[in-house]
């Protein structure tokens, strides 16, 4: 699914990705954890395609093609979805027809049809049952006054519709509350499938209880220091960020 | 452009029919008070006519040519170097759309314009354009007749001049005076034609006076006149331009438009303007310089405007209500949209006199490019305009970092049971919100078309709902290129 190799990312000439190495397959979900400032979001914003970090050094293969080399819009049409962690407000603008916009969009670059009202309609209800988002707020304005729940839930509302290939989920657990927190997990367990995989960012160990990682890695510093399975969640909440600090800190 | 085609087609018309020599007509440059009688007597008017237009233009002599006092920078005007009456200027003919300026299809395309149309506003000569202009006036002919059976009169201004003389002689100049401004001046003096609209006690107008409209206004030239008088308790939506790039050699555009609501009565007036705004330069760009105004004349009166404004070098414009009557309403909203080297001073004034009356001023400015967006604006609660209302919210959008945007609100109290409120906002196209519509697969272009849209959305939803959605197609397209 995606591949990364040695990648070196930073922003205003600081270096925050020091050579991040991992492989995804199809079918797997890894996390990633780490301290406040080890790269968590970083990774995320340089997989997605923000403009404002520069990569310095490496490369990332997604499905065969270069994903560096790909404008932002057309990462998202060839399956990456970035579940934002502070997702924005789009006044006047209604999440529904943000989501039709979206999806015909990817669907014209695969050389498809824009989708049928009717079809684009039952697959809204069905999805927004999924994540059990209030069908008021999919008329709202995107993201407009919705609590930080409301966004977050409406972020995965927006990933069912999509159906990627690979879903970043960048912290998608702060700020919610164990209800939502369930509803998230949920969601992404029932979209979960052989064809995609997930990344979930994480700083606790809490979410990974509810979205089970095939994987775990620790990010400090700009690298993977650490990789394991869901043990090493649970070791990390025992033992907390200190440890891995300590022992690491020298080798940067 | 489709202007030239009819306007040719119904000069043809007029070389065989009863007026003679128009196609040499076009006057020397210049303005005197020989030009003043030689147009009025052009147009074969009377005599009070004739008075109205002198009396104008010697007024105008009198008056200084605005100083900038709006935040618009432009180069003096020689109004020695314009001619005041020509016939409808002939294009170079075309043969086919291939000969046409491909950007201009491009826009065409994009706004959705049929390709018959797109032939007619380019000037395209074809048996198939011509049939369409003759199908529009026989279109014209049939909504006529609609609305001659609802007694409602709708005409050149030229027309109504001779055959409704009573009306013209009461209403003309009774919200803009012919000393109202300079502009207002001179377009008295020389006003070359526009439409009259007049709709009889407790009629509802049935249509959106609309294509009509459109036909109506064609070669009307560069003074236009306007006067809208609904009746005790009747009801107009009047909709005026057009969303297709509208070129025209005439570089200044002095048009007035009054509208009379008598007691119940209320009128919608909607603008969509996209007049050549000139090249990547500001160069060649239309000055539209116009005086629009409203009276509420008499009890629960009410007046709307609504403009969509993307066209234009410079716009200088305030569409006003006077809310005479008790419990009268003026309501103002305004979407500005300035690119490249555009320049708009635009916004209303609201003055109330009776009681219990309510304005409502929603203004929408977007600028981009090395443009300029002003808001300048008026409320005035005269003495004795008891528990009168106001409110008024003016946003501001910049994209990029070489425009700006300025509020000018003027706020003069004189009655202290009025509620005056005021909200402003300034607001840049933010980078998180282009990305996040990126992240969906939204590209650069339609984002800010979706965002854009989104920020104009409550003005754009008081519009027509087709004229809305050409407006949206519009906004979209004038934003193009502004950004990365």
Known sequence: ?252 | MGNEVLAEHINKDYEWGFITDIDSDTFAKGLNEEVVRALSKKKNEPEWMLEFRLKAYRHWLTMKEPDNWAHLPYPKIDFQNISYYSAPKKKAELKSLDEVDPELLKTFEKLGISLEEQKRLSGVQSNIAVDAVFDSVSVKTTFRETLAEKGIIFCSFSEAVLEFPELIKKYMGMVVPPTDNYYAALNSAVFSDGSFCYIPKGVRCPMELSTYFRINAIGTGQFERTLIVAEEGSYVSYLEGCTAPQRDENQLHAAIVEIIAHKDAEVKYSTVQNWYPGDKEGKGGIYNFVTKRGICLEDNAKISWTQVETGSAITWKYPSVILKGNNSVGEFYSVALTNNKQEADTGTKMIHIGKNTRSTIISKGISAGFSNNSYRGLVQIRKGATNSRNFSQCDSLLMGDKCGAHTFPYIEIKDKSAIVEHEATTSKIGEDQLFYCKQRGIDMEKAIALIVNGYCKEVLNKLPMEFAVEAQKLLAVSLEGSVG
């Open chain 1, 1 to 252: 699914m995606i591949t990364i190799k040695n990648l070196h990312a930073s922003v205003e000439g600081k270096e925050i990705l020091r050579g991040i190495n991992l492989e995804i397959k199809a079918g797997e979900v890894h996390a990633i954890m780490g301290p406040n400032g080890s790269g968590k979001s970083t990774l995320s914003s340089v997989l997605a395609g923000r403009e404002d970090y520069e990569v310095t050094e490496g490369e990332v293969t997604f499905n065969g093609k270069d994903l560096l080399e790909m404008a932002a819009e057309d990462r998202a049409r060839e399956g990456l979805f970035l579940a934002f962690q502070y997702p924005v407000e789009i006044p006047g603008v209604s999440n529904i027809n943000f989501l039709k916009t979206a999806i015909n969009e990817i669907r014209h670059y695969k050389g498809q049809e824009a989708i049928p009202a009717k079809d684009f309609l039952s697959l809204v209800k069905e999805k927004q049952k999924l994540v059990e988002l209030d069908g008021k707020l999919t008329n709202r304005s995107v993201n407009e006054g919705f609590s930080g729940g409301e966004k977050k839930r409406n972020e995965i509302f927006q990933m069912a519709v999509l159906e990627p290939k690979l879903a970043i989920l960048d912290e998608t657990d702060s700020g919610l509350d164990i209800d939502a927190l369930k509803i998230v997990a949920n969601g992404v367990n029932a979209l979960k499938n052989e064809h995609n995989a997930f990344v979930v960012i994480t700083h606790y160990q809490r979410l990974l209880d509810y979205i089970v990682p095939d994987f775990v890695h620790i990010l400090y510093n700009g690298k993977i220091v650490k990789s394991g399975t869901k043990e090493l969640a649970m070791e990390l909440e025992a033992k907390g960020y200190d440890e891995i600090k300590k022992q690491f800190e020298t080798v940067t």
